[in-house]
């Protein structure tokens, strides 16, 4: 383990003293990809009324990817082990339309019963999983006909980015970033499930500009800075980060783009 460094927990161990950083700066996802994931999930007549069909965000965090499908105008509730990040959800989301409520639960254990959801999304975690355990899990609840969503954000590098990521590396070597280009690839798990049958990915870029405090957030948000380095060296990271951010800064912030990769499949 590198000095300065401390053992990686559990994910849900993990983020859950990330919460508030995690809940103010990590990024949304393309509305137009939930609207995608509506049109999959059934024509007008089954949006009316109580009967619309639930979706349901895993391994949700706080709430970034739930905010995207209420928005969508899709019914959708939020399960997620760290009750830190649930706990965000629930502040952000209780009382919006179409919001069915949050259970602290894990992926490979949820608490529905047996083809009781329309469909399911995981975003920017499915790499946390285990991917066999959960995929079983997706296939008992989902009703025969319904969407898996799998979304991540993957950062399209730029000059600024690339600092970033040197500046990572000198300070946490021996952590490897977990949300890579390869998550443009449909997981050979799912690919290889005998429940699914994948649908043709879906990629729509995005961009947000971010003030350097924000920026900094973000970063402490992610698993191998603010969930693995000590006191010290995050204090060190993040003077260092601020000279980056000082450097490629123009009006006031920086400008992070994204490809969202979006991995649907069909339950059979």
Same mark, same amino acid.
């Given at each position: 383990?590198?000095?300065?460094? %401390?053992?990686?927990? =559990?994910? *849900?161990?993990?983020?859950?003293?990330?919460?508030?950083?995690?809940?103010? &700066? %990590?990024?949304?996802?393309? !509305?137009?990809?939930?609207?995608?994931?509506?049109?999959? /999930?059934?024509?007008? #007549?089954?949006?009316?009324?109580?009967?619309?069909?639930?979706?349901?965000?895993? $391994?949700?965090?706080?709430?970034?990817?739930?905010?995207?499908?209420?928005?969508?105008?899709?019914?959708?509730?939020?399960?997620?082990?760290?009750?830190?990040?649930? /706990?965000? !959800?629930?502040? #952000?989301?209780?009382?919006?339309?179409?919001?069915?409520? !949050?259970?602290?639960?894990?992926?490979?254990?949820?608490?529905?019963?047996?083809?009781?959801?329309?469909?399911?999304?995981?975003?920017?975690?499915?790499?946390?999983?285990?991917?066999?355990?959960?995929?079983?899990?997706?296939?008992?609840?989902?009703?025969?006909?319904?969407?898996?969503?799998?979304?991540?954000?993957?950062?399209?590098?730029?000059?600024?980015?690339? $600092?970033?990521?040197?500046?990572?590396?000198?300070?946490?070597?021996?952590?490897?970033?977990?949300?890579?280009?390869?998550?443009?690839?449909?997981?050979? #798990?799912?690919? +290889?499930?005998?429940?699914?049958?994948?649908?043709?990915?879906?990629? &729509?870029?995005?961009?947000?500009?971010?003030?350097? *405090? +924000?920026?900094?957030?973000?970063?402490?948000?992610?698993?191998?800075?603010?969930?693995?380095?000590?006191?010290?060296? /995050?204090?060190?990271?993040?003077?260092?980060? =601020? +000279?980056?951010? *000082? @450097?490629?800064?123009? +009006?006031?912030?920086?400008?992070?783009?994204?490809?969202?990769?979006?991995?649907?499949? @069909?339950?059979?």
């Amino acid at each position: 383990m590198t000095e300065g460094t %401390r053992p990686l927990p =559990r994910g *849900d161990r993990l983020f859950a003293p990330l919460a508030a950083d995690y809940a103010a &700066a %990590r990024p949304s996802y393309p !509305a137009t990809l939930f609207g995608l994931l509506r049109s999959r /999930l059934g024509d007008g #007549s089954a949006w009316a009324g109580g009967s619309a069909p639930l979706v349901v965000d895993v $391994a949700a965090g706080t709430g970034i990817a739930t905010a995207g499908l209420l928005d969508a105008g899709i019914r959708a509730a939020a399960v997620e082990p760290a009750a830190g990040m649930l /706990l965000e !959800a629930v502040r #952000s989301l209780e009382g919006r339309r179409g919001w069915a409520g !949050a259970v602290a639960a894990r992926a490979e254990a949820l608490p529905l019963g047996a083809a009781s959801v329309a469909g399911i999304v995981v975003a920017q975690a499915f790499h946390w999983l285990d991917q066999r355990s959960a995929l079983d899990e997706f296939a008992r609840v989902i009703r025969s006909g319904g969407i898996l969503l799998l979304l991540w954000n993957v950062t399209e590098p730029t000059a600024f980015t690339r $600092a970033v990521r040197k500046l990572v590396g000198r300070h946490n070597p021996g952590r490897k970033r977990p949300v890579t280009p390869r998550m443009r690839e449909t997981p050979a #798990s799912l690919r +290889d499930h005998p429940a699914f049958e994948l649908e043709p990915t879906v990629t &729509a870029e995005h961009r947000r500009a971010l003030p350097p *405090d +924000d920026y900094v957030r973000y970063a402490r948000s992610w698993s191998y800075v603010g969930g693995s380095l000590e006191r010290d060296a /995050l204090d060190a990271f993040e003077r260092e980060l =601020r +000279d980056v951010l *000082d @450097r490629h800064a123009q +009006d006031g912030g920086v400008v992070e783009q994204f490809e969202t990769a979006a991995h649907f499949a @069909r339950r059979l």
